[in-house]
């Protein structure tokens, strides 16, 4: 069995301040592992991926996001937030024998001005 | 790549009703997957396909649930004898093409909500 837990469902930051948004994860064997972003009535937007090789990851947008095999964790960060930024983001996992992705509930971001 | 293409993209209907929802992938994707979305929670697997077999399907789909991908491009959602607890949000997503450097990512289209009255 696979599962992702987001424990924050709202993060709240000033414009300009860091943001991370927390994933932990559980898989067997080692996992790939997605960061996806919703806005309003719209289907989910790749942000960026980890299958292999370095821990930090980059993706779109000025996102970032770091593998930590002890923790299980992939957390996602982005030095600077932008009001833009405002949407629902899910973490994301599938084991790598495996095709379908299981997700997290989502953490609503709101970046104010 | 014109992306990933749901239609439509809202249903209402009543309970007891069929319907179809329609999934075009990105050209030359050959893996298609069904994921249904309630509010205020993650996608949850329904289905997958490469090329036209349909490989695993979740315990979520029920016998009333029946997806198609005929000629391995385009794939169909059916659910028959709707029920208000099927009341979601139906997103589709294709991946892999074949030598591709995003093989491993699912792109999106922007769902079917269904609301069954």
């Known amino acids: 069995a696979q599962s992702v837990a987001q424990p924050e469902d709202q993060v709240n930051v000033a414009e300009g301040n860091p943001l991370t948004v927390k994933c932990t994860y559980s898989v067997s064997g080692n996992p790939y592992l997605f960061w996806y972003v919703q806005y309003p009535n719209r289907g989910l937007q790749f942000l960026l991926k980890y299958i292999t090789g370095d821990n930090l990851v980059k993706g779109s947008y000025g996102f970032e996001a770091e593998f930590n095999k002890s923790q299980t964790s992939f957390h996602l960060k982005k030095p600077s937030a932008l009001v833009s930024d405002s949407a629902l983001y899910f973490c994301?996992?599938?084991?790598?024998?495996?095709?379908?992705?299981?997700f997290g509930a989502g953490t609503t971001v709101t970046v104010r001005a | 790549d014109t992306g990933v293409s749901q239609d439509p993209r809202h249903k209402i209907t009543k309970r007891g009703q069929n319907v179809t929802f329609r999934c075009d992938p990105i050209?030359?994707?050959?893996?298609l997957y069904w994921y249904r979305q309630t509010l205020g929670q993650g996608p949850e697997f329904l289905t997958y396909f490469q090329n036209e077999a349909q490989l695993e399907k979740s315990r979520l789909l029920s016998d009333r649930f029946s997806a198609e991908r005929p000629k391995g491009s385009f794939s169909t959602l059916e659910i028959q004898r709707t029920e208000q607890g099927d009341s979601a949000m139906y997103l589709c997503?294709?991946?892999?093409?074949?030598?591709?450097?995003?093989?491993?990512?699912?792109?999106f289209g922007a769902g079917t909500r269904l609301s069954v009255l």
């Open positions: 997503a294709s991946s892999f093409k074949p030598g591709s450097q995003t093989k491993n990512i699912q792109y």
């Open positions: 050209s030359e994707h050959n893996r």
């Open positions: 994301a996992v599938r084991r790598r024998d495996d095709y379908k992705l299981s």
